[in-house]
Structures are given as structure tokens and as C-alpha cells.
């Protein structure tokens, strides 16, 4: 028996202006990538402190270096930081939350929920910066440190929604049918889940920039290269100065993003939950404001 098609609606003018405000980051980001722009922002080019100019769009910081340029490369930092952590966790959930619903009341969910129960417990920002401490000599210690935490909402969202699609039709004609239990679960239960796991994916994607800007601003995040919370740590010298390049360019590129992305998540919780009014999910709009 074929599973039954969901379909989920998306207001296009809703979504046309955040996706608009993201395709600019995504392209400042592909630009970095690519070596088009924002591979000098580590370079002196002036003596000290100048202000906005046409070779200098946002002036340089104290040390000379371009701050435009240094804002681009934290544009490619955030996107590299928020895609390795989201898609992994989202995934580790997505399959986690799956197979315990699929199998509640018994070892497997016990076990999983208990886990997930375990990391919920744990203060989130002190268990990331402590993952981050004892992991620092790996270079990818901060997004392992954030994959290990930010799955478990995912999981339980994905378990309870699992816990009504088992009970569905379709799953029990794959059953008789002869389907193994990994396969219906692969097959039917995840794909039906997939309209949760985009919202989760944008608001792990948040989650992901935001717990990596106060890492690095902490000086417990990225090591070798520039992001935002790198220029923020910056600025919190140069603003005794009265220097506020550094603090405006950082704080409003990720404002900015962060606004984009939430409405982003609000639009697609409206299409895939047309009771939720826009809202985004109570639990997971309270841990994206938590990361």
C-alpha cells in the first residue's frame, strides 16, 4: 500500500523576503568560498584606525585590517558553523526520535529518551563549553561539541510524531506486507517526517551561529580564521577606544540573519501546522532563544 502524499502549502510572499535576505548571505559566503572576495581580511592595509572610505567601505579596525572584508569571512564562518552542526543533529535526531517512537514501551525508546532526558538536563551553554574546553585541541571540537547537544529536541519532536504515523494505515499494510521494521521506519515513517525536520534544521541553523558567536567571543571557538564572534571580542576592546566598527558590523549581520531565518521557520511551521498561526513550535522556538 503507498504511503498517502503530504502536502504542505507555503505562502510564497511569506517567504520571498526572508529567503531574499539569506540568498545575500549565502552568496557573501559562496564569494568567500570561492576566493572572489574577503580572502585579505587577515591583511594590514592601513596604519591603525580609519574610518568608512571607498577602499575601506567600514573603515579598518585598530590593527588596520579591512573590517569589510573581515565581515564577509565571518559570513562563510557562520554558514560553514551553522550547515556542519544543523544537518548532522537534525539527522541524528530524525533517526533517534524514529526509531524510539517506532518502538515505544520497550528497551530502545527507554534507553533513548533516558539519553536525551540526560543531555536536556545538563545546563546548555556549560555543557557545550565544556565539550568545547576538552575538545580543543581538535579542529572541529565546537560543532562535535554542539552536535552531541542540540539533537535531542529533534528526537523527541520526531519520536511523538513517529508515535501517530504507526498507527496510520500505510505502516500496517508495510508490515503485512513483509517490510522489515528498519525499512517501514526508512521508507515511511521519516519521509513523513520531513516537513518538521526543515523547521528544526533552521532553527538548529541558529542555534548553530549563535552558540559559535559566544564560543568564540569567549575565545573557546574557532581557533584559526575570523567570525563574528571573533570581531566581537574585537570590539570589546575597541569600544573603550570609541571604536564601534568592529561591534556594529558583527551585531547587525547576525541580527539581520537571525531575523531572516526566524521568519523563515515561522512561514514553514504556518504550512505544515495550519493551527500553529505562525507561531514556530513552543518548545523549539524556547530552546533556539535558549542557544
Known sequence: MKAPATTHKLTAGGLRAPLAVIAVYLVAAAGVWLGWWGTDWSGIQASGRQPPSPEHWLGTNLLGQDIFSRLLAGTATAFEVGLLVSVPATLLGALVGAFAGYFPQRWPDAVLMWLTGTLDAIPFYLFVIALSYAM??????????????????????????????????????????????????????????????????????????????LLSFLGLGLQDGVSWGIMLAEA????????????????????????????MTDELQRSADPRSRGSADPAARHEATRA
Open 136 to 213: 580543543r585541541d581538535h579542529p572541529a571540537a565546537m560543532q562535535l561539541a554542539m552536535i552531541m547537544t542540540f539533537w535531542t529536541l529533534t528526537a523527541r519532536i520526531v519520536r511523538a510524531e513517529t508515535l501517530r504515523i504507526r498507527q496510520l494505515g500505510f505502516v500496517a499494510a508495510a508490515r503485512v506486507s513483509g517490510l522489515g521494521s528498519w525499512q517501514i521506519i526508512r521508507r515511511h515513517v521519516v519521509p513523513h517526517t520531513v516537513h518538521i525536520l526543515l523547521v528544526q534544521a533552521a532553527i538548529l541553523f541558529v542555534a548553530a551561529i549563535k552558540a559559535e558567536v
Open 236 to 263: 570589546s576592546q575597541e569600544i573603550l577606544a570609541g571604536h564601534y566598527g568592529n561591534f556594529v558590523a558583527a551585531s547587525a549581520a547576525l541580527l539581520l540573519l537571525v531575523l531572516a531565518i526566524n521568519r
